[in-house]
């Protein structure tokens, strides 16, 4: 079966990908400097599918280091890029280290794909570069809106360069999807979001708040135009997410995509806001989440849903997971992390 690179394999989108590509009978090499991540991860994977994923702590930003590992794993048929920083109020912060990580490793692999005869690329791209779209649900012509962040940027940039390369060079082919919200875990409990420090995202806090790590989530900002005033998006299982990446792989493994790029949403088709997470999440769960409405956070998109027709036609992919079951598998999987935390 064929053999897959897979950057940033050990965090939280690329771990979930790993399991659904071994799953499926795909060789699995992993490239992850652990930065955001931690090498446990391998273990989570390794039980869920009795398959231990070769691994290199390699940086996608040293070019010399990324030849060896090709050279290293001959016949890679196919890269998965998730290894980024993500991040978007660092960005703010620290350009630099996003414009260097995120777009340099990119470049490396471009680079590199010719040279070790690779001729296949999915690539993490986001719905940020959509902003706030004029028309929701959001399709892939929507017009690219400028970037609200540093991090933002990379993946607009991001976007072109690989669009760039290959007009230049017609024997690759890229498949880039655009993910929104990524929530949830494996159903195993095995393998889930792991944020460093404090988390920026939505879900983690609910988790983090429920279990008593924090005291209070903030909800930024009750008076959007929407139904009930808070932010809407469109939260997609972690793990549906992930199979869409077998589905694009073996798409380009057969040679059957239409263009030389192609562009996917990600997403359910349903917008929901974070008091219908919040609600949602408390009912499903049994659980409380003590909440205070707080300001609106800057930068904030008010509301974004994808409209997912092109990936459920072309790609005959769909996601399928309940939103209730979504909700209840981010809480095992929180549950499970302080368990583990006990017995330590
Ligand atoms: N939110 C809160 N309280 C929190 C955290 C988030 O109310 O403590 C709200 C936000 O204001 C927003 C919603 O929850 O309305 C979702 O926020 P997230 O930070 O989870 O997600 P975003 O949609 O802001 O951003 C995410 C990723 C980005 C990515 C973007 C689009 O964090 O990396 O989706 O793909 F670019």
């Known amino acids: 079966m064929a053999k897959i690179l897979v950057t940033g394999g050990t965090g939280y989108i690329g771990s979930h990908t790993v399991v659904e590509l071994q799953k499926e009978g795909f060789e699995v090499v992993i490239v992850d400097n652990l930065s955001n991540s931690n090498i446990e991860v391998l273990n989570g994977i390794e039980k869920i599918t009795g398959i231990r994923p070769a691994f290199e702590n390699i940086d996608c930003v040293d070019y010399v280091s990324m030849d060896r590992m090709f050279e290293k794993y001959n016949n890679i048929e196919a890269i998965i890029h998730f290894a980024a920083s993500k991040a978007v109020g660092e960005s703010v912060e620290k350009p630099l280290l996003y414009y260097r990580n995120n777009l340099v490793s990119l470049i490396n692999l471009l680079?590199?794909?010719p040279i070790h005869k690779v001729r296949n690329f999915v690539?993490?791209?986001?719905?940020t570069v959509y902003g706030q779209p004029d028309i929701l649900p959001v399709t892939e012509d929507a017009p690219i809106?400028?970037?609200l962040s540093p991090y933002g940027n990379t993946k607009q940039i991001g976007e072109e360069i690989i669009r760039d390369t290959i007009?230049?060079?017609?024997?690759?082919n890229s498949i880039i999807l655009r993910y929104f919200n990524p929530v949830g875990a494996h159903a195993s409990a095995e393998i889930g979001?792991?944020?460093?420090?404090?988390?920026?995202?939505?879900?983690?806090f609910v988790t983090q708040t429920a279990i008593g790590m924090r005291?209070?989530?903030q909800v930024f900002g009750d008076d959007y135009n929407t139904p009930d005033g808070s932010c809407i998006r469109d939260y997609i299982h972690v793990v549906d997410l992930a199979k869409a990446h077998v589905v694009a792989v073996k798409r380009l493994l057969a040679g059957k995509p239409k263009k030389n790029v192609e562009i996917f949403n990600l997403g359910t088709g349903r917008g929901l806001s974070v008091l219908?997470?919040?609600e949602t999440f408390e009912r499903v769960n049994g659980v409380k989440v003590p909440h205070k409405?707080?300001?609106r956070r800057e930068g904030d998109i008010e509301k974004v849903w994808a409209e997912p027709a092109h990936a459920n036609n072309e790609l005959g992919w769909k996601a399928s997971e309940t939103l209730e079951e979504t909700l209840r598998s981010a809480w095992a999987w929180e549950q499970n992390l302080a368990n583990r935390a006990k017995a330590e």
């Open 193 to 204: 979001e792991l944020p460093n420090g404090v988390p920026n995202n939505l879900m983690p």
């Open 145 to 147: 809106k400028p970037a």
């Open 293 to 295: 409405i707080v300001g």
């Open 123 to 127: 690539f993490s791209s986001s719905c």
């Open 276 to 278: 219908e997470i919040i």
């Open 111 to 113: 680079q590199l794909m």
């Open 215 to 217: 005291k209070q989530l």
């Open 167 to 172: 007009y230049a060079n017609s024997s690759l």
